[in-house]
């Protein structure tokens, strides 16, 4: 990872962590310090309301970034190289036999790359496994519930301690009636526990919101391999962003996004049987009647909020190359957890070069294998904005 710093003044080192150079045509630049994360616009170590000369613009954080990547070495197992107008596209591919069993080994020969139905020159490949960014986004609404919320700290618990590699870095995002930012990036798995523990559950579900909160974030992580992990037990009800924009802005991203689903279902059907009494039509119904929400990507949705929306958390996340996965009960995060860090140390890693064209248009990308028994999954494609 390239990383470029310099002194300003009284300020502590500032630091550009060189992670995603495909963006540095796009103006979509952020930065690290020691004080915490910077954003174009801000200054390192300013407070948020106040003004400050070294006020960041997308042109001059571009500029920077520009600047960096000039004497910067070779990266990774090959090293990288950079040629003006040539964009590096960076791919994460996961390979599973017809058993649904994660596959390492393969080589770069085993692979191809297309975009747009061309093939590409893989200049660059990685099967080892590498660190990851991971922001963990949990859902704090009214319908998690006391033994809900145990569950789900006892399995990301296991999943930060036991199943992670010690160099991965995470930060932890709560989100109800809005997303809230709660551990910034950090190694210290006791401050990640600590957040989770502190969730008190109340309000609605912005789970979309919190996914587009959560992306910059995650975009700005040290390592190259960046990703979310969503869990909910519902659908969305208090988003602003629809499921439409925020496929836009994933696929303007080069974050994996995993989703958790728990269905509730599998709740309601250990309950015992309830007596149906009818009730007169005059009667007035307590609270008027609920109002009935759109759609979401398509289908039917469903009758009640406690049901997970598996078809627009699938449309969210398979687009990147993450994916999603819906569990019958609380009990069944830790084998979910466990799986997708299995999958996360068995992936690979796979870039090429483009033409750094700016047309604004979704290029497909496909990865295939040469040996026809194995599934790939891998990012659909990218913006080229």
């Known amino acids: 990872m390239g990383v470029w710093s310099w002194l300003t003044g009284n300020q502590p080192p500032f630091v550009v962590t060189l992670t995603e150079l495909a963006e540095v045509g796009r103006s979509r630049v952020s930065f690290r310090t020691e004080t915490g994360l910077v954003r174009p616009g801000r200054s390192p170590g300013a407070a948020p309301a106040r003004d400050s000369a070294m006020m960041l613009t997308p042109l001059r954080a571009a500029l920077i970034v520009a600047a960096a990547v000039a004497p910067l070495g070779a990266r990774g197992q090959e090293g990288f190289s950079f040629r003006s107008g040539v964009e590096l596209i960076n791919v994460t591919a996961t390979v599973t036999d017809n058993e649904g069993r994660f596959v390492s080994g393969l080589r770069k020969e085993d692979f191809s790359v297309y975009e747009d139905g061309e093939p590409q020159v893989i200049s660059h490949f990685s099967n080892e496994r ?23 700290r006892s ?14 870095e ?6 109800a009636n809005r997303p809230d930012l709660v551990q910034e990036w950090t190694t210290d798995r006791r401050a990640i526990s600590r957040a989770v523990a502190r969730v008190a559950p109340s309000g609605g579900t912005s789970m979309y919101d919190a996914i587009a909160d959560a992306l910059p974030v995650a975009g700005i992580g040290r390592h190259s391999k960046k990703a979310l992990l969503v869990v909910s037990d519902g659908n969305d009800t208090n988003s602003r962003i629809s499921v439409g924009e925020l496929r836009y802005l994933i696929r303007d991203s080069e974050v994996l996004v995993y989703a958790l689903g728990v269905d509730g279902t599998a709740v309601a059907a250990r309950r015992p049987p309830t007596i149906q009494i009818p009730v007169p039509l005059p009667f007035p119904i307590p609270g008027g009647p609920r109002r009935r929400l759109p759609p979401i990507g398509g289908g039917t949705r469903a009758r009640t909020s406690e049901r997970v929306n598996a078809d627009a958390l699938r449309q969210i996340t398979d687009d990147t190359g993450g994916r999603t996965e819906i569990v019958r009960g609380f009990g069944d995060l830790n084998g979910a957890t466990a799986r997708l860090a299995d999958e996360l140390s068995k992936q690979y890693y796979l870039g090429y070069a483009a033409a750094g064209k700016k047309d604004g248009r979704w290029h497909t990308i496909r990865v295939d294998v040469r040996d026809r028994r194995l599934a790939v999954r891998a990012r659909r494609g990218y913006i080229a904005s």
């Open 130 to 152: 590498v660190p990851v960014s991971l922001g963990i986004v949990l859902d704090a609404s009214g319908s998690m519930t006391p033994d809900k919320m145990s569950s789900a």
């Open 155 to 168: 399995a990301i618990d296991r999943f930060i301690y036991d199943l992670l590699g010690a160099d991965d």
């Open 170 to 175: 995470l930060f932890f995002m709560e989100f």
